[in-house]
């Protein structure tokens, strides 16, 4: 496929292996997150969540991500922002959180 790479196609694999096979908790609001939990982003119009970032601070109301792309240091709503300037708008995102046993 044009312009995906791995890293974007096993972000829906990752999302499985964390949410079935692993002790993983969906965190509901992005205000609970914590540092070392794992965002999936659904593009509109795209059938898989096929991209991940992990959070790597929260602080003045904002959750700080890291990820691999055009800015590898980012923030949740400057994400979202972004891509929908971009035309390509963020509909879904999910925050897990995965546990040790």
């Known amino acids: ?18 949410t079935k096979y692993r002790h993983s ?10 540092v070392g939990d794992i965002i999936f982003f659904k593009w509109k119009k795209e059938k898989v ?5 992990v959070v790597r601070s929260y602080s003045r109301g904002e959750l700080h991500l890291v990820q691999h792309g055009n800015k590898d ?3 949740l709503s400057d994400a979202i922002t972004r891509n929908k300037k971009r035309g390509t708008p963020i509909e879904k995102i999910l925050i897990v959180r995965v546990k040790d046993r």
């Open 73 to 75: 240091l980012t923030t």
């Open 49 to 53: 969540y096929n991209h991940a970032a």
């Open 25 to 34: 908790q969906t965190i509901s609001k992005a205000s609970s997150a914590k």
């Open 1 to 18: 496929m044009k312009n995906k790479t791995y890293t974007w196609s096993a972000a829906e694999n990752l999302r499985r292996h964390v």
